[in-house]
DNA sequence: AATGAGCGCTACTATAATCGAAGCATCTAA
DNA sequence: TTAGATGCTTCGATTATAGTAGCGCTCATT
């Protein structure tokens, strides 16, 4: 399956719209996972495989070659880390946090 | 597959957390797409589906209940719309395109 | 009352993505 | 030279998604 990229029609759009390959990129198994343990700093292949609980790395490296050429990733001598493009994407998603504890807190009144 | 909610266990993650629910939802197929194309107004199935360029109702059907579990979309007399939550959810996204916009560029020099 | 168009949705088979386990090649330290 | 860690690859089995057809319903028109 190919990158998603701006430009590039993306699974679910034809337009190339820059969004939407952003949403079909995030949108695929890990993806977030893997950013969202990058965060906190460099991980080893290995380290990030750990940190998700074990995915299998089949998949996690289809991931990481996805968001390497995205180049919201790299690997570096001290191991994969987000690039400063990643990490402004993670802190355009900060208030997200916020968000989902409001959500979880509607569900729990509703539940 | 269960509809990932904040408390249960989530594809990714054993812990819980809303945000990794909320991931894990985002992270299905055609979700991110549907919850885009109401942005703009209440749609019928029908023209959900055609918005999204004839994904198979199936999937669709999937993703709606599971968006509706979640309180993000409801089916009214209109048709499905989003809720104030899901309102709100896409308000927070709103900086993304900001960022894609970015993204595209930074792509671009490097191509 | 029949026709047709729209609605939300289900059933089915086929394809594609993902999982899970095993293991390879390379490097470093003991 | 062995033991451990690294980044991966391969492969069979499972699960999710795609794609097509069509059902049962309502409503307006004829």
New interface residues.
């Given amino acids: 399956m190919a990158t998603p ?3 590039l029609p993306s ?4 337009s190339g719209q ?6 079909d990129l ?8 893997l950013l ?1 343990e990058l965060r906190s700093g460099p991980k080893s292949f290995r380290a990030l495989q750990k940190a ?2 074990g ?1 299998s790395p089949s998949v996690m490296n289809t991931r990481l070659k996805e968001l390497r050429a ?2 919201l990733v790299e690997n570096q001598n001290e191991g994969y880390v987000l690039t400063s ?1 990643g990490d ?2 993670m802190k ?2 900060d ?3 916020d ?6 807190a ?3 009144e ?1 539940g």
Same sequence: chains 1, 2.
């Fill in positions: 990229l701006p430009g699974r679910g759009s034809h820059p969004i939407m390959a952003l949403f995030l949108g695929r198994r890990w993806t977030m996972r969202w998700c609980g995915v995205s180049l493009l402004h994407l355009t998603l208030p997200l946090r968000w989902s504890r409001d959500w979880a509607v569900l729990d509703g």
